[in-house]
């Protein structure tokens, strides 16, 4: 069983960042973080492959940067730029192996989840 642990979370002002870190207990394929805001459903943020090739929400672009050492199994969520609107709780997510394009941005097809760290942006 893939443990992951989610780590960075905190609270921050409108405008400041934040990186969340992400460890895997084992090797992984697609990683991604998701988040779910009070209220709200659960909504895919970004994803990156083990190559480096990532794909993000539009309304992170810009501001939010995935990345991953394939070597310390870790996948990190730099936040930049944050809004009030990303807070809530982050999660990260990971597959064993290959997840179709159109399907990133659903929960079904990743294997696992971290249990989430909440992220609180204040304006």
């Known amino acids: 069983q893939v443990q992951l642990v989610e780590s960075g979370g905190g609270s921050v002002q409108a405008g400041g960042s934040l990186r969340l870190s992400c460890v895997s207990s084992s090797t992984t394929y697609i990683m991604a973080w998701f988040r779910q805001g009070q209220g709200k459903e659960r909504e895919a943020v970004a994803d990156i492959e083990p190559d480096g090739t990532t794909r993000y929400a539009d309304a992170v672009k810009g501001r939010l940067t995935i990345s991953r050492e394939n070597a310390k199994n870790t996948v990190y969520l730099q936040m930049d730029n944050v809004h009030p609107n990303d807070t809530g709780m982050y999660y990260c997510?990971?597959?064993?192996?290959?997840?179709?394009?159109?399907?990133?941005?659903?929960?079904?097809?990743?294997?696992?989840w971290g249990q989430g760290i909440l992220v609180t942006v204040s304006s």
């Open positions: 997510a990971a597959s064993v192996g290959w997840i179709r394009v159109s399907r990133r941005r659903q929960e079904t097809p990743y294997h696992y």
